[in-house]
């Protein structure tokens, strides 16, 4: 299943539009911008409370982030099968240059190179279009002649044709209705084989019978070998084996220091899954992984979500090393700890809700690592596992990352997104106030309870809604997290202090959906990823069913457009009335419901405010995306080889952090 993260795009904007939170004092020594290229940020965030792990937790941690970067090849693999080859050749070019570094060409090789490690591989890691390079194919072929022999690329022809022709491995995935989704997307999670092939071999895989069904798929490539369509494991001795094998090595180190006997069992699991690939194995581990709840330490380690494969099954390899924030986790706790109340109270009908809500365990968390496809743009929630039958019988593990949140946060203070986009300065002084923490509380929401609420009806496929399903299901998410914002359950339950905080977050999640998400999209391009679908669903419903009350308004102000929210309490309401119809589109699987509304509120931008929003936002200079380097971990040992602590300093910025990686994690590439 898929949809367990959320972009950081919600956030993203939430800390565009906060020009000062609460802890914005607190930490003017730390650097948080490390580099600034095409539409890219890079950030750095801070690890607090590692100083405060045990030496035997900082061991632990140690080992998994080591862990964690020795798989940093893999996900650049899987998305393309030149990545590695066209990395390796930009990056021996960039650090063997021996001409003007002021040059543009040079310039331009370096943007190109950034790119490419921000998306690990040559495609965009949001929009999935290739990247431009802004290089001549006659000044790389020069210096490539100029590298040493043993660095020069076996084919660069091939490559050159790769990196320059924009018809070559256009889209990494490919979602176009009609089209083959296979052939027609450039990830390496197929080789030789059409969607009809690979949707044969497995409906004649599938055993639809059994109640525990595997995760058909989610470790391995399918490639036409022989003439028979055929599954390549991601294994010790299948593919990817040098970087699993390393893996697996640091999971072994890890395992010494386990905090307890049940996560000695979660390494085990996942060790023995590596080293077989029998998903049954994963499966194991998953229950294990998810049923471990007394671990401050945690991680993700695997190949874990599939937006990366138009047919949703193979799991782009990641990894996450993270520990529990108690303090905060209080929060979601008491979240969790209501599920049922929430559930009970939801605006559905109550046909669609579900008499038990199970297994909802919810924590804040610290990041120590993020790697593979949390690297270096990461999500700032985790739901997993995302196997349906887990989910249902042991519950979920949702998380929220408050140490990415805070770095989004603190790192936009003063962009002038605010002055720009914001109506009036009441407005502006609510946002301040209280955006940071009703956006965590959104997020905690919509991981902990609304992905979790509400149930089919008896007989319908969970994957009635098709193409449309990842949208709607977000949707139902935020709409539950949106409604629950402003109860006064959640006044009674300690975590907002003011009635009135609820605001900020529906005049961001609002303005948000109706304008700023568009500097996101290219002119004449329509809305594309689901999130940004979601969002734009959401709030172009309420603003047209609330029109007659007036709830949202769009007013003119020399010459701009702002979003003005006239009655929010009516706007909880049309949250609560869309809520109730998505639920129902889910519960009976409506197929023709769902896909009306996406089409009609989600996909089509209006030009003009489309360009405004882009005309008023390049005067900003704000990057639309953004992503991080990690700190960097060093053991100290004593005389007999034992660690006694684990160092953590923030310095490395990020052309050296990924030529490091390159340099001594990156087993899948030739020296
Ligand atoms: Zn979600």
Redesign the pocket.
């Known amino acids: 299943m898929k949809?367990?993260?959320?972009a950081a795009t919600a956030m993203m904007m939430a800390a565009a539009a906060s020009t000062q939170s609460v802890m914005a004092n607190n930490n003017s020594d730390f650097n948080y911008v490390v580099d600034r290229f095409a539409d890219i940020e890079v950030l750095r965030y801070k690890v607090p409370g590692f100083e405060d792990l045990s030496t035997r937790q900082k061991a632990l941690v140690y080992y998994l982030t080591e862990a964690a970067i020795a798989g940093r090849d893999i996900l650049c693999d899987q998305n393309g099968k030149y990545n590695l080859a066209i990395r390796q050749l930009i990056e021996n070019v960039y650090t063997n240059y021996g001409g003007n570094k002021e040059s543009r060409q040079y310039k331009a090789l370096e943007k190109y190179l950034k790119q490419i490690w921000f998306g690990n591989g040559i495609h965009h890691h949001y929009s999935m279009d290739k990247f431009v390079p802004e290089f001549d194919e006659t000044f790389l072929r020069y210096e490539v002649t100029k590298l040493p022999a043993d660095k020069q690329p076996a084919d660069i022809d091939t490559l050159c044709k790769v990196i320059f022709d924009p018809t070559v491995l256009a889209k990494r995935v490919n979602q176009a209705e009609g089209a083959d989704l296979i052939t027609t997307s450039a990830n390496n999670l197929y080789e030789g084989v059409t969607q009809k092939q690979v949707e044969d071999y497995y409906n004649a895989l599938k055993d639809t019978t059994v109640a525990n069904p595997i995760s058909y798929g989610l470790n391995t490539r399918v490639a036409m070998v022989d003439g028979k369509v055929t599954e390549q494991t991601y294994r010790i001795g299948g593919l990817y084996s040098d970087a699993i094998s390393r893996i697996v090595d640091n999971l072994r180190k890890a395992r010494a220091y386990a905090e307890n006997d049940k996560q000695a069992t979660v390494i085990d699991l996942l060790i023995e899954y590596y080293t077989t690939g029998d998903l049954a194995t994963f499966d194991e581990y998953s229950i294990q992984w998810v049923e471990d709840t007394d671990s401050q330490v945690d991680f993700i380690n695997g190949f874990i979500e599939s937006y990366g494969d138009p047919l949703g099954m193979t799991g782009a390899w990641e990894s996450i090393v993270n520990f529990k924030n108690i303090k905060a986790s209080q929060r979601t706790e008491a979240l969790s700890n209501n599920a049922q109340w929430f559930e009970d109270h939801s605006p559905v009908d109550p046909r669609f809700r579900k008499d038990k809500v199970k297994g909802v365990t919810a924590k804040v968390i610290t990041a120590a690592i993020l790697a593979g496809d949390a690297y270096p743009a990461t999500p700032i929630g985790i739901n997993l596992p995302n196997a349906n039958w887990i989910r249902a019988a042991h519950g979920s593990k949702s998380v929220t990352i408050e140490n990415i949140t805070q770095a989004y946060d603190e790192a936009s203070h003063g962009n002038g997104f605010n002055e720009e986009f914001v109506i009036d300065d009441a407005t502006r002084q609510l946002l301040d106030k209280y955006l940071f923490i009703t956006d965590n509380l959104h997020t905690d929401l919509?991981?902990c309870l609304?992905?979790g609420s509400g149930r089919l009806l008896p007989g319908v496929d969970p994957d009635a809604l098709k193409a449309h399903g990842s949208t709607l299901?977000?949707t139902r998410?935020d709409l539950f997290a949106l409604y629950y914002l402003a109860d006064a359950k959640l006044l009674e339950l300690g975590l907002l202090d003011n009635p009135e905080a609820y605001k900020a977050e529906y005049y961001k999640y609002i303005l948000n959906g109706l304008m700023t998400q568009l500097m996101r999209i290219e002119p004449g391009k329509d809305v594309e990823e689901a999130h940004m679908r979601n969002r734009k669903l959401i709030a172009e419903w309420c603003y047209e069913h609330g029109r007659k009350d007036n709830v949202i308004e769009m007013v003119k102000v020399d010459g701009k457009t702002f979003i003005k929210i006239n009655d929010y309490e009516r706007l909880r309401g049309l949250f609560g009335e869309l809520l109730g119809e998505i639920q129902r589109i889910k519960s009976e699987g409506d197929y023709e419901a769902g896909r009306d509304l996406v089409e009609k509120y989600a996909v089509k931008v209006d030009p003009q405010l489309h360009k405004e929003v882009l005309d008023r936002y390049a005067h900003l200079d704000i990057a639309p995306y953004k992503g991080f380097v990690n700190p960097v971990y060093t053991p100290v040992y004593d005389a007999e080889g034992n660690i006694t602590d684990v160092t953590i300093d923030y310095t490395e910025s990020y052309i050296p952090q990924m030529l490091r990686y390159s340099r001594d994690y990156s087993p899948l590439t030739k020296k």
């Open positions: 949809f367990k993260y959320i919509h991981e609304g992905h299901e977000e998410a």
